[in-house]
Protein backbone atom coordinates (compact mmCIF):
# COMPACT_ATOMS: atom_id res chain seq x y z
CA UNK A 1 0.00 0.00 0.00
CA UNK A 2 1.16 3.52 -0.71
CA UNK A 3 1.90 6.34 1.67
CA UNK A 4 -1.36 7.88 0.17
CA UNK A 5 -3.43 5.14 -0.08
CA UNK A 6 -2.83 4.41 3.77
CA UNK A 7 -2.85 8.07 4.66
CA UNK A 8 -6.71 7.99 2.82
CA UNK A 9 -7.55 4.55 4.75
CA UNK A 10 -5.74 4.39 8.43
CA UNK A 11 -4.67 8.28 8.32
CA UNK A 12 -2.09 9.44 10.91
CA UNK A 13 -2.21 13.08 11.92
CA UNK A 14 1.40 14.88 11.18
CA UNK A 15 2.59 18.11 12.17
CA UNK A 16 3.19 20.40 8.70
CA UNK A 17 3.34 23.92 10.43
CA UNK A 18 4.19 26.09 13.24
CA UNK A 19 4.20 29.52 14.25
CA UNK A 20 3.96 31.42 16.87
CA UNK A 21 2.79 35.03 18.20
CA UNK A 22 4.22 37.42 21.13
CA UNK A 23 2.51 40.57 22.14
CA UNK A 24 4.71 43.78 20.83
CA UNK A 25 4.90 45.29 24.74
CA UNK A 26 7.87 43.33 26.64
CA UNK A 27 7.89 43.82 29.85
CA UNK A 28 10.88 43.61 32.30
CA UNK A 29 11.20 42.09 35.76
CA UNK A 30 12.83 46.07 36.54
CA UNK A 31 9.95 47.62 35.29
CA UNK A 32 7.11 45.05 37.55
CA UNK A 33 9.43 45.77 40.96
CA UNK A 34 8.66 49.95 39.88
CA UNK A 35 5.39 48.98 40.92
CA UNK A 36 4.93 46.09 43.60
CA UNK A 37 7.21 44.89 45.94
CA UNK A 38 9.09 42.79 44.25
CA UNK A 39 12.46 42.50 42.57
CA UNK A 40 14.54 41.04 39.56
CA UNK A 41 16.58 38.71 41.58
CA UNK A 42 13.56 37.50 43.54
CA UNK A 43 11.69 36.83 40.07
CA UNK A 44 15.22 35.31 38.08
CA UNK A 45 15.70 33.34 41.07
CA UNK A 46 12.28 31.75 41.73
CA UNK A 47 11.09 31.32 38.48
CA UNK A 48 13.64 31.70 35.65
CA UNK A 49 11.95 34.62 33.73
CA UNK A 50 13.47 38.03 32.57
CA UNK A 51 11.02 39.34 30.93
CA UNK A 52 7.22 38.90 29.38
CA UNK A 53 5.32 40.07 27.08
CA UNK A 54 1.83 42.06 27.94
CA UNK A 55 -0.65 42.34 25.14
CA UNK A 56 -2.52 45.61 24.71
CA UNK A 57 -5.42 47.41 26.08
CA UNK A 58 -7.28 46.52 22.69
CA UNK A 59 -5.86 43.07 22.46
CA UNK A 60 -7.42 39.94 22.79
CA UNK A 61 -6.90 36.48 22.30
CA UNK A 62 -8.40 36.35 18.99
CA UNK A 63 -5.89 38.82 17.81
CA UNK A 64 -2.93 36.70 19.08
CA UNK A 65 -4.42 33.19 17.76
CA UNK A 66 -5.18 34.67 14.50
CA UNK A 67 -1.44 36.29 13.99
CA UNK A 68 0.21 32.25 15.07
CA UNK A 69 -2.27 30.92 13.46
CA UNK A 70 -1.99 32.67 10.04
CA UNK A 71 1.92 32.39 10.66
CA UNK A 72 1.74 28.30 10.98
CA UNK A 73 -0.68 28.26 8.05
CA UNK A 74 1.75 30.20 5.59
CA UNK A 75 4.35 28.06 7.65
CA UNK A 76 2.63 24.14 6.42
CA UNK A 77 2.01 26.01 2.61
CA UNK A 78 -1.59 25.14 2.74
CA UNK A 79 -4.13 27.50 2.17
CA UNK A 80 -6.85 25.76 4.13
CA UNK A 81 -7.50 24.24 6.91
CA UNK A 82 -11.16 22.39 8.00
CA UNK A 83 -11.16 22.65 12.08
CA UNK A 84 -9.79 24.93 13.77
CA UNK A 85 -9.10 24.42 17.72
CA UNK A 86 -8.22 27.26 19.94
CA UNK A 87 -7.15 25.80 23.77
CA UNK A 88 -7.84 28.91 25.71
CA UNK A 89 -8.81 29.80 29.67
CA UNK A 90 -9.02 33.53 28.51
CA UNK A 91 -11.58 33.04 25.47
CA UNK A 92 -12.58 36.97 23.98
CA UNK A 93 -16.25 36.34 25.64
CA UNK A 94 -17.82 33.68 27.89
CA UNK A 95 -20.03 33.32 24.82
CA UNK A 96 -19.19 32.27 22.18
CA UNK A 97 -16.39 29.96 21.74
CA UNK A 98 -13.42 31.92 20.30
CA UNK A 99 -12.24 29.42 17.95
CA UNK A 100 -14.98 30.65 15.05
CA UNK A 101 -13.89 33.82 15.11
CA UNK A 102 -10.25 32.80 14.70
CA UNK A 103 -11.71 30.41 11.90
CA UNK A 104 -13.50 33.50 10.02
CA UNK A 105 -10.57 35.83 10.47
CA UNK A 106 -7.85 33.49 9.06
CA UNK A 107 -10.31 32.91 6.09
CA UNK A 108 -11.23 29.06 7.11
CA UNK A 109 -15.46 30.19 7.14
CA UNK A 110 -16.87 27.12 7.17
CA UNK A 111 -14.22 25.24 9.18
CA UNK A 112 -15.40 23.20 12.51
CA UNK A 113 -14.22 25.53 15.52
CA UNK A 114 -14.55 24.92 19.05
CA UNK A 115 -12.41 25.99 21.94
CA UNK A 116 -10.51 23.15 24.31
CA UNK A 117 -10.26 24.40 28.06
CA UNK A 118 -8.10 22.42 29.91
CA UNK A 119 -5.81 25.64 31.78
CA UNK A 120 -1.90 25.13 31.40
CA UNK A 121 -2.59 21.44 29.63
CA UNK A 122 -5.46 22.67 27.00
CA UNK A 123 -2.84 23.05 23.89
CA UNK A 124 -2.08 18.78 24.60
CA UNK A 125 -6.13 18.28 25.02
CA UNK A 126 -6.35 19.92 21.82
CA UNK A 127 -3.49 18.66 19.82
CA UNK A 128 -5.17 15.22 20.68
CA UNK A 129 -8.80 16.17 19.57
CA UNK A 130 -6.94 17.76 16.93
CA UNK A 131 -5.09 14.56 15.83
CA UNK A 132 -8.51 12.24 16.76
CA UNK A 133 -10.07 14.15 14.24
CA UNK A 134 -7.89 13.09 11.50
CA UNK A 135 -7.70 9.72 12.49
CA UNK A 136 -11.07 9.36 12.51
CA UNK A 137 -11.25 10.58 9.07
CA UNK A 138 -14.09 13.10 10.39
CA UNK A 139 -11.66 16.17 8.37
CA UNK A 140 -7.88 16.01 6.72
CA UNK A 141 -6.58 19.06 8.36
CA UNK A 142 -6.55 20.87 11.38
CA UNK A 143 -5.38 23.88 13.36
CA UNK A 144 -4.65 23.68 16.76
CA UNK A 145 -3.94 26.65 18.89
CA UNK A 146 -3.43 27.33 22.20
CA UNK A 147 -3.76 31.28 22.97
CA UNK A 148 -3.68 33.14 26.36
CA UNK A 149 -3.97 36.47 27.68
CA UNK A 150 -3.25 35.89 31.36
CA UNK A 151 -3.29 39.98 31.96
CA UNK A 152 -6.83 39.91 31.99
CA UNK A 153 -7.47 37.51 34.48
CA UNK A 154 -3.99 38.60 36.80
CA UNK A 155 -4.87 40.84 39.43
CA UNK A 156 -2.12 43.51 38.64
CA UNK A 157 -1.19 44.16 42.40
CA UNK A 158 -0.71 40.14 42.81
CA UNK A 159 2.79 40.23 43.14
CA UNK A 160 2.34 36.29 43.35
CA UNK A 161 1.15 35.68 39.86
CA UNK A 162 2.00 38.92 38.17
CA UNK A 163 4.94 38.40 38.01
CA UNK A 164 4.92 34.78 36.55
CA UNK A 165 2.14 35.25 33.72
CA UNK A 166 2.69 36.56 30.23
CA UNK A 167 0.90 36.17 27.13
CA UNK A 168 0.68 34.99 23.39
CA UNK A 169 -0.56 32.42 21.07
CA UNK A 170 1.40 29.68 19.31
CA UNK A 171 -0.03 27.35 16.64
CA UNK A 172 0.62 23.82 14.49
CA UNK A 173 -1.15 22.73 11.10
CA UNK A 174 -2.36 18.92 11.68
CA UNK A 175 -2.66 16.70 7.77
CA UNK A 176 -3.69 13.73 7.32
CA UNK A 177 -0.51 11.43 6.32
CA UNK A 178 1.26 8.24 7.44
CA UNK A 179 2.62 6.90 10.72
CA UNK A 180 5.52 6.69 9.53
CA UNK A 181 6.44 10.28 8.07
CA UNK A 182 8.24 13.02 10.48
CA UNK A 183 5.84 15.10 11.80
CA UNK A 184 3.63 12.13 12.76
CA UNK A 185 1.98 12.58 16.48
CA UNK A 186 1.79 10.23 19.04
CA UNK A 187 0.84 8.22 21.42
CA UNK A 188 -1.07 10.52 23.91
CA UNK A 189 -1.70 10.31 27.63
CA UNK A 190 -3.99 12.59 29.14
CA UNK A 191 -5.60 12.93 32.71
CA UNK A 192 -7.42 15.13 35.31
CA UNK A 193 -8.02 15.21 39.13
CA UNK A 194 -11.40 17.35 39.67
CA UNK A 195 -10.72 17.32 43.50
CA UNK A 196 -8.03 19.86 43.76
CA UNK A 197 -10.22 22.28 41.07
CA UNK A 198 -9.57 24.95 43.89
CA UNK A 199 -5.28 25.28 43.42
CA UNK A 200 -6.22 26.86 40.34
CA UNK A 201 -8.84 29.18 39.61
CA UNK A 202 -10.98 32.32 39.25
CA UNK A 203 -13.83 31.33 41.43
CA UNK A 204 -16.15 34.17 40.15
CA UNK A 205 -17.74 35.05 37.18
CA UNK A 206 -18.95 31.27 35.81
CA UNK A 207 -22.19 29.48 36.33
CA UNK A 208 -21.33 28.75 40.27
CA UNK A 209 -20.61 32.31 41.67
CA UNK A 210 -21.42 35.53 39.96
CA UNK A 211 -18.90 37.97 39.42
CA UNK A 212 -20.93 41.26 40.43
CA UNK A 213 -18.75 43.50 41.99
CA UNK A 214 -21.65 43.86 45.02
CA UNK A 215 -21.72 40.36 45.47
CA UNK A 216 -17.85 39.19 45.08
CA UNK A 217 -14.36 40.44 46.35
CA UNK A 218 -11.53 41.66 43.81
CA UNK A 219 -9.88 38.30 44.86
CA UNK A 220 -12.50 35.86 43.90
CA UNK A 221 -12.83 38.10 40.43
CA UNK A 222 -8.92 37.24 39.59
CA UNK A 223 -6.60 34.26 38.94
CA UNK A 224 -5.43 32.48 42.22
CA UNK A 225 -2.94 29.47 42.57
CA UNK A 226 -1.90 28.10 45.64
CA UNK A 227 1.90 28.36 44.25
CA UNK A 228 3.57 25.92 46.66
CA UNK A 229 1.51 22.68 46.08
CA UNK A 230 0.92 23.35 42.50
CA UNK A 231 4.17 23.35 42.04
CA UNK A 232 4.48 19.86 43.72
CA UNK A 233 1.26 18.73 41.80
CA UNK A 234 3.15 19.71 38.86
CA UNK A 235 6.52 18.02 39.01
CA UNK A 236 4.98 14.60 40.14
CA UNK A 237 2.42 14.74 36.94
CA UNK A 238 4.01 15.79 34.33
CA UNK A 239 6.80 13.31 35.34
CA UNK A 240 4.58 10.37 35.46
CA UNK A 241 2.84 11.41 32.40
CA UNK A 242 6.05 11.78 30.32
CA UNK A 243 6.69 7.95 31.61
CA UNK A 244 3.60 7.64 30.31
CA UNK A 245 3.64 7.94 27.30
CA UNK A 246 7.13 6.74 26.25
CA UNK A 247 6.09 3.39 27.92
CA UNK A 248 3.36 3.44 25.51
CA UNK A 249 5.66 3.85 22.66
CA UNK A 250 8.19 1.57 23.91
CA UNK A 251 10.67 4.34 24.24
CA UNK A 252 13.15 5.23 27.09
CA UNK A 253 14.12 9.17 27.79
CA UNK A 254 17.64 8.40 25.62
CA UNK A 255 15.42 8.35 22.68
CA UNK A 256 14.22 11.52 23.43
CA UNK A 257 15.98 14.48 21.36
CA UNK A 258 14.25 17.04 22.81
CA UNK A 259 11.79 17.98 25.59
CA UNK A 260 9.25 20.30 25.25
CA UNK A 261 7.44 21.11 28.51
CA UNK A 262 5.02 23.72 29.52
CA UNK A 263 6.84 27.02 30.66
CA UNK A 264 5.18 27.03 33.82
CA UNK A 265 8.60 27.79 36.39
CA UNK A 266 12.11 27.19 34.79
CA UNK A 267 12.90 25.47 38.35
CA UNK A 268 9.83 22.79 37.48
CA UNK A 269 11.35 22.45 33.88
CA UNK A 270 14.97 21.65 35.20
CA UNK A 271 13.15 19.40 38.15
CA UNK A 272 10.87 17.57 35.63
CA UNK A 273 13.99 17.08 33.49
CA UNK A 274 16.40 15.80 36.20
CA UNK A 275 14.13 13.45 37.51
CA UNK A 276 13.22 11.65 34.11
CA UNK A 277 16.78 11.60 33.96
CA UNK A 278 17.22 13.96 30.53
CA UNK A 279 20.43 15.97 30.42
CA UNK A 280 19.11 20.00 30.71
CA UNK A 281 20.10 20.94 27.38
CA UNK A 282 17.70 18.72 25.68
CA UNK A 283 15.07 20.83 27.37
CA UNK A 284 13.21 23.70 25.69
CA UNK A 285 12.77 26.81 27.29
CA UNK A 286 11.03 30.01 26.27
CA UNK A 287 9.89 31.13 30.14
CA UNK A 288 13.43 33.16 30.55
CA UNK A 289 11.64 35.55 27.84
CA UNK A 290 8.04 34.70 27.32
CA UNK A 291 6.69 34.17 31.03
CA UNK A 292 4.06 31.48 31.41
CA UNK A 293 1.78 32.02 28.95
CA UNK A 294 -0.71 28.83 29.75
CA UNK A 295 -2.23 27.39 26.55
CA UNK A 296 0.29 29.01 24.65
CA UNK A 297 3.17 27.92 26.17
CA UNK A 298 4.09 24.82 24.20
CA UNK A 299 3.62 25.58 20.66
CA UNK A 300 4.94 28.95 21.32
CA UNK A 301 8.05 26.97 22.56
CA UNK A 302 7.77 25.00 19.45
CA UNK A 303 7.94 28.09 16.96
CA UNK A 304 11.20 29.58 18.95
CA UNK A 305 12.72 26.27 18.86
CA UNK A 306 12.17 25.72 15.30
CA UNK A 307 12.92 29.59 14.35
CA UNK A 308 16.19 29.18 16.65
CA UNK A 309 16.69 25.70 14.78
CA UNK A 310 17.22 23.89 17.66
CA UNK A 311 14.43 21.65 16.66
CA UNK A 312 15.82 19.59 13.21
CA UNK A 313 14.16 17.39 11.21
CA UNK A 314 13.87 13.96 12.73
CA UNK A 315 14.27 14.70 15.90
CA UNK A 316 12.00 12.32 18.57
CA UNK A 317 10.29 15.27 20.52
CA UNK A 318 8.21 14.70 23.93
CA UNK A 319 5.57 17.54 24.99
CA UNK A 320 4.67 17.25 28.81
CA UNK A 321 1.83 19.99 29.87
CA UNK A 322 0.23 20.39 33.67
CA UNK A 323 -2.42 23.01 34.49
CA UNK A 324 -5.29 24.26 36.43
CA UNK A 325 -8.43 21.06 36.55
CA UNK A 326 -6.07 19.49 37.38
CA UNK A 327 -4.99 18.56 34.09
CA UNK A 328 -1.74 16.66 32.72
CA UNK A 329 -0.74 15.34 29.14
CA UNK A 330 1.98 14.20 26.93
CA UNK A 331 2.42 13.45 23.57
CA UNK A 332 5.46 12.52 21.22
CA UNK A 333 6.10 13.38 17.70
CA UNK A 334 9.30 13.68 15.36
CA UNK A 335 9.92 16.79 14.39
CA UNK A 336 9.51 17.88 10.75
CA UNK A 337 11.59 19.01 7.80
CA UNK A 338 10.11 22.72 7.82
CA UNK A 339 10.85 25.98 6.17
CA UNK A 340 12.34 28.65 8.79
CA UNK A 341 9.36 30.61 10.68
CA UNK A 342 9.54 33.98 12.32
CA UNK A 343 10.29 33.71 16.55
CA UNK A 344 7.13 34.50 18.08
CA UNK A 345 8.42 38.00 19.17
CA UNK A 346 8.74 39.55 15.75
CA UNK A 347 6.90 41.75 14.20
CA UNK A 348 7.22 42.59 10.67
CA UNK A 349 5.69 42.40 7.74
CA UNK A 350 2.21 40.74 9.29
CA UNK A 351 -0.53 42.86 10.47
CA UNK A 352 -3.90 42.14 12.11
CA UNK A 353 -6.41 42.02 9.50
O1 LIG B 1 0.93 26.87 34.72
C1 LIG B 1 0.19 26.03 35.55
C2 LIG B 1 1.04 25.41 36.59
N1 LIG B 1 1.69 26.41 37.37
C3 LIG B 1 2.76 26.09 38.04
O2 LIG B 1 3.22 24.99 37.95
C4 LIG B 1 3.35 27.15 38.96
C5 LIG B 1 3.83 26.50 40.23
N2 LIG B 1 4.32 27.40 41.26
C6 LIG B 1 5.36 28.26 41.12
O3 LIG B 1 5.93 28.42 40.05
C7 LIG B 1 5.87 28.93 42.36
O4 LIG B 1 5.20 28.42 43.49
C8 LIG B 1 5.73 30.48 42.36
C9 LIG B 1 6.72 31.09 41.38
C10 LIG B 1 4.32 30.88 41.99
C11 LIG B 1 6.08 31.02 43.76
O5 LIG B 1 7.42 30.62 44.10
P1 LIG B 1 7.74 29.88 45.49
O6 LIG B 1 9.18 29.62 45.51
O7 LIG B 1 6.82 28.70 45.62
O8 LIG B 1 7.40 31.01 46.54
P2 LIG B 1 6.35 30.98 47.75
O9 LIG B 1 4.96 31.11 47.24
O10 LIG B 1 6.66 29.85 48.68
O11 LIG B 1 6.72 32.30 48.50
C12 LIG B 1 8.00 32.46 49.20
C13 LIG B 1 8.07 33.86 49.75
C14 LIG B 1 6.80 34.27 50.50
O12 LIG B 1 7.20 35.10 51.58
P3 LIG B 1 7.33 34.54 53.07
O13 LIG B 1 5.94 34.01 53.41
O14 LIG B 1 8.35 33.45 53.00
O15 LIG B 1 7.74 35.73 53.87
C15 LIG B 1 6.02 35.08 49.50
O16 LIG B 1 5.17 36.03 50.11
O17 LIG B 1 8.18 34.79 48.65
C16 LIG B 1 7.13 35.77 48.77
N3 LIG B 1 6.77 36.19 47.41
C17 LIG B 1 7.45 37.13 46.75
N4 LIG B 1 8.51 37.88 47.09
C18 LIG B 1 8.96 38.76 46.18
C19 LIG B 1 5.79 35.71 46.62
N5 LIG B 1 5.80 36.33 45.42
C20 LIG B 1 6.82 37.22 45.49
C21 LIG B 1 7.35 38.15 44.58
N6 LIG B 1 8.42 38.89 44.95
N7 LIG B 1 6.84 38.32 43.33
Not at 171 to 185: D, F, P, T, Y
Not at 328 to 337: I, K
Request: with cysteine; glycine share 10%.
Amino acid sequence: MSATSAARSNPAAVLSGVGGRLPLRKVGNDELADRLDTDDIWIRTRTGIRSRHLAAPEEATSDLAVEAGRRALANSGADTADAVIVATTTPDRTCPATAPLVASRLGLTGAAAFDVGAVCTGFVYALAAGAGLITSRVVTSVMVIGADVYSRIVDPEDRQNAVVFGDGAGAVVLRAGHASEAGAIGPFDLGSDGAHEDMITVAAGGSRQSADPRQTSRAERHFAMRGKEVYRHAVTRMVGSARTVLDQAGLGIADIDRFVPHQANLRILRTVADDLGLPADRCATHVETAGNTGAASIPLALADSHAKRALRPGDRVLLTAFGGGLTWGSCLLTWPALPPVAEPSHHGEESTP
